[in-house]
C-alpha cells in the first residue's frame, strides 16, 4: 500500500469506523473536562470572593489536571492501538507503540561515541521486506553536562533503523554526516576528520559528492570499499535526499544501522480538543511508514550479492 489513492481506499474502509468510535469517546471526554473546569473555577471563585481561601480553586485544578492527564494517555493508547498499529500492519509492519530499539542495539551500532544519560523512545516497528527484517523506533537520547548549571543537551533523536545485510563483516564501517567538510572546505575539513580520535582510520573515496556529503571511517580499508561500491553511494546519497536531513550509517555484523534525524514525534494521537478524525495527520503517517520500508528498496537490500560467513 505506497499510493496515497490506495491510502485513501484504506482509511474510507478501515480506518473511519474505528475514527468515529475513538471521535465519540473523545467529545465525551472534553465535554467532563470542559464541565468539571467550570465548576472547578465557580466554586474557587465563590470562595476567594467570601474571601475563604485560594486553596479550594488550587485543588481543583491539580485535580482536573490529572483528570485530564488519565483520560489522555487512554485516548492515545486507543488511537495508536487502532489506528497507528492498523496503518502499520496494511504496510506488513508489526507495531508496539511501548517499545522501542533496545540500547543495545543503540551501543552496537558504534554511530554515536558520546555515551547517553537519557535513553528513551517508543513506537517500534518490526517486519520483513521481501528477504530483508527491520526493525525501527524513535528514540531519543541526551547526555548531561558537567559544571555548576548541569542540562541535557540531545545527542540523538529521530528514527533509528536497523535492517539485515546478509553478510558478516569482519570490520567496522561508519558513514557519517561531514559536518568538517561543510564548515571548512575539503583541506581543512579533512585535517578535522583524521583528528577525530574516538573513530578508526579515516577512508578517502573517489567520489566527490559522497565524500562532500560523509566522512568515513572503517578498521578494515579493503572491506570498507568493497561495501561502499559506487552504486551504494549512489543510493545513500539517494536516502539523505528522499529524507532531507542528515543520516548516518554504520556496516557491524550483518547488520546495517541507520540514524535519521526527525526533530519531532511522527505518530502521535491528536490533541484531546481536536478531532481525532484528521486525515492529513494519517496521511503523514502512511508517507512516512511508505519511506522507511522504502529503505530496504533504496539501498537495494534484497539484492544478495554476498552470503553471511
Not at 487512554?74 to 496494511?90: C, D, F, G, L, W
Request: hydrophobic share 40%.
Amino acid at each position: 500500500m505506497h499510493s496515497i489513492t490506495d491510502f485513501k481506499s484504506f482509511y474510507e474502509t478501515a480506518l473511519q469506523p474505528n475514527l468515529a468510535e475513538l471521535e465519540t469517546s473523545r467529545k465525551t471526554i472534553a465535554s467532563k473536562i470542559k464541565l468539571y473546569g467550570l465548576i472547578g473555577i465557580g466554586i474557587g471563585l465563590a470562595f476567594m470572593a467570601f474571601k475563604i481561601s485560594a486553596w479550594p480553586l488550587i485543588l481543583a485544578g491539580v485535580g482536573l489536571f490529572f483528570f485530564y492527564q488519565y483520560h489522555a494517555k487512554q485516548y492515545r493508547h486507543s488511537y495508536k492501538t487502532k489506528i497507528v498499529a492498523a496503518i502499520a500492519q496494511a504496510h506488513g509492519l508489526s507495531y508496539n507503540h511501548l517499545a522501542c530499539i533496545s540500547r543495545g542495539d543503540y551501543d552496537r551500532s558504534k554511530i554515536f561515541t558520546t555515551r547517553p544519560d537519557r535513553y528513551w523512545g517508543d513506537d517500534l516497528l518490526t517486519g520483513t521486506v521481501d528477504k530483508t527484517g527491520i526493525r525501527f523506533s524513535e528514540l531519543h537520547t541526551q547526555y548531561k553536562s558537567g559544571g555548576k548549571n548541569k542540562s541535557y543537551h540531545t545527542i540523538f533523536r529521530g528514527i533509528f533503523f536497523i535492517a539485515d545485510f546478509n553478510k558478516h563483516f569482519i570490520g567496522e564501517t561508519f558513514v557519517l554526516p561531514d559536518v568538517s567538510e561543510n564548515v571548512f572546505g575539503s583541506t581543512l575539513g579533512g585535517f578535522f576528520q583524521k583528528m577525530n580520535m574516538m573513530r578508526p582510520q579515516l577512508i578517502k573515496l573517489e567520489d566527490v559528492e559522497f565524500e562532500k556529503n560523509f566522512a568515513i571511517y572503517g578498521t578494515d580499508q579493503v572491506e570498507a570499499r568493497y561495501i561502499l561500491s559506487p552504486a551504494l553511494m549512489q543510493r545513500i546519497l539517494n536516502l539523505k535526499k528522499k529524507f532531507n536531513t542528515q543520516v548516518a550509517l554504520s556496516f557491524i555484523g550483518s547488520h546495517v544501522y541507520i540514524a535519521i534525524t526527525i526533530n519531532k514525534n511522527l505518530f502521535e494521537a491528536p490533541w484531546l480538543f481536536s478531532t481525532a478524525d484528521n486525515y492529513n495527520q494519517l496521511e503523514e503517517f502512511h508517507t512516512y511508514l511508505t519511506r522507511f520500508v522504502e529503505i530496504v528498496e533504496i539501498l537495494d537490500l534484497n539484492t544478495r550479492i554476498w552470503t553471511k560467513e
